[in-house]
Nanobody, 123 residues
Framework: VQLQASGGGLVQAGGSLRLSCATS????????TGWFRQAPGKEREFVAA????????TYADSVKGRFTISRDNAKNTVYLQQNSLKPEDTAVYYC?????????????????WGQGTQVTVSS
């Protein structure tokens, strides 16, 4: 399974971005998918995850109420809508596909990773 993340960029605090992650090479509906991020000098951290059918999602406390994860199974694509962005959201954002159906925050449960897209939020 290959994943290609896009949509990052430079935005002012309070602004919005929509990240996309296009997948190929596998049966998209077989995998729960998630977003993680890594800021300079910090460990990779969980952001959000969504079930195979899109009916269940979970979020990190730091983004709850501001970010929304969704997926379009017809397009084999998962999205991360980011609103009310803060400077502390600055990071490289990675999309990932889990080993199975489990919606999880644990990076070890994700078998496939995209290359990342940079999000920079200025104050």
């Amino acid at each position: 399974v290959q994943l290609q993340a896009s949509g990052g960029g430079l935005v002012q605090a309070g602004g919005s971005l929509r990240l996309s992650c296009a997948t190929s090479g596998g049966t998209f509906t077989n995998y729960a998918t998630g977003w993680f991020r890594q800021a300079p000098g910090k460990e990779r951290e969980f952001v959000a995850a969504i079930s195979r059918g899109g009916g269940s999602a979970t979020y990190a406390d730091s983004v709850k109420g501001r970010f929304t994860i969704s997926r379009d199974n017809a397009k084999n694509t998962v999205y991360l809508q980011q609103n009310s962005l803060k400077p502390e959201d600055t990071a490289v954002y990675y999309c990932a596909a889990a080993r199975g159906y489990l919606v999880t925050a644990r990076a070890s449960e994700y078998a496939y990773w995209g290359q990342g897209t940079q999000v920079t939020v200025s104050s």
